[in-house]
């Protein structure tokens, strides 16, 4: 993706949209494990459990780079699972704003 020009505001909303998606997903992340744990029957029940945090781990920190070179595919792929919405995004430029949703878009196909 070609060099966007991000304006001081618009680094301000994406960031906080950004968090937002952390926050939410990484609470989500938590909860999913305090349940694994509370209906675990066996001790090999800890190896799932350690494959999940594995294989999120790998996830999150391969979907949370705020690199402005692919900061569109990322804010594309938070909406596309849910984890923040368009309107986390208002007052960002109308281009960045349609590239978003056509990465969304990829996501979801």
């Known amino acids: 993706m070609e060099n966007l020009a991000w304006s001081k505001k618009e680094k301000q909303i994406t960031r ?3 968090n937002k998606a952390y926050e939410k997903e990484t609470k989500y992340l938590y909860n999913r494990t305090k ?13 799932e459990l350690h494959d ?12 949370y780079d705020y690199r402005y070179s692919v900061l569109i595919f990322a804010l594309g792929r938070l909406i596309s699972e849910g984890w923040i919405t368009k309107d986390d995004l208002k007052g960002l430029g109308q281009e960045k704003i349609n590239k978003i ?4 878009k990829f996501y979801r196909e």
């Not at 509370?38 to 001790?43: A, D, M, R, V």
């Not at 949703?101 to 969304?104: C, L, P, S």
């Open 16 to 18: 906080q949209a950004f």
């Open 35 to 47: 349940e694994m744990v509370s209906t675990s029957k066996s001790p090999e029940d800890i190896w």
């Open 52 to 63: 999940f945090l594995t294989e999120k781990r790998k996830e999150v920190d391969n979907k």
């Open 101 to 104: 949703e056509q990465v969304a």
